[in-house]
């Protein structure tokens, strides 16, 4: 089984976090070719129909590499009501204990970025 890359991960937190329904990678309809990197996801915030919206499209935030980021998507953990869950989560995924709180509070982004996952997926 192949790693989740970085910019899939983010993808998950979008759609399962911040619940973000329509993610797609604009490309030209006539090729078939990306208009961006492939590696860019994009989504519309009014979730309408990207072929009459593609000038609201915003990308999806880089959760797993960007600490700023991932403290948004603890806030929306935080805003779900899943903090209990989250912390055993982060705890989990860094492999510390709670009594030891130097792996949690420097955990990467990816790091939060799956315990929040995991915190979803538990609910």
Do not use: N
Not at 37 to 47: A, D, L, N, Q, V
């Amino acid at each position: 089984m192949s790693e989740e890359t970085d910019r899939e991960l983010d993808k998950r937190i979008a759609e399962q976090v911040f619940g973000i329904k329509k993610i797609f990678r604009p490309c030209d309809t006539k090729t078939g070719e990306d208009y961006f990197s492939p590696k860019e996801y994009h989504y519309i915030p009014s979730g309408k129909p990207p072929r009459t919206h593609m000038i609201d499209a915003r990308v999806v935030p880089y959760f797993a590499s960007d600490i700023s980021a991932a403290m948004e998507v603890e806030d929306r953990i935080a805003e779900l009501g899943l903090t209990g869950r989250y912390v055993d989560a982060i705890v989990d995924v860094v492999g510390g204990v709670q009594s030891t709180l130097w792996p949690i509070v420097h955990a990467t982004a990816k790091q939060r970025s799956l315990a929040a996952l995991k915190a979803i997926e538990s609910k």
